[in-house]
């Protein structure tokens, strides 16, 4: 299952330089090991049109860290970041043409 979700432009940099490993997200979606994040780079609120794609590794919830996560957030450990590309709208809006 893939999740696409926004995150922020300093935390967005990091992941891609891998740098953070991690998300602290609210557990409001069915994530599992195994599905892909889609993080969209926001800034000030908007989205910037950088999207990059990982991986979820383990899972920590509250159930398995009573002491250290509340009820309703989950950590995901972040695999294979495949990179950082702009999503095709905002490319071809832009007047970007492929080499013949």
């Known amino acids: 299952m893939t999740h696409e979700l926004k995150c922020d432009a ?10 953070k490993t991690h998300e602290l997200r609210r557990a409001d979606r069915p994530y599992r090991m195994g ?14 049109g950088r999207v990059l794609s990982c991986g979820v590794g383990h899972i920590l919830t ?9 009820p309703g957030y989950a950590v ?8 950082a590309y702009r999503s095709w709208p905002d490319i071809a809006a832009s007047g970007w043409e492929a080499d013949a």
């Open 62 to 70: 509250h159930e398995d860290f009573p002491a250290g996560l509340q």
């Open 35 to 48: 599905d892909e994040l889609r993080l969209i780079e926001m800034d000030d609120g908007k989205p910037t």
């Open 76 to 83: 995901l450990s972040l695999t294979g970041v495949i990179g």
């Open 10 to 19: 300093r935390w967005f940099d990091a992941v891609w330089r891998r740098e």
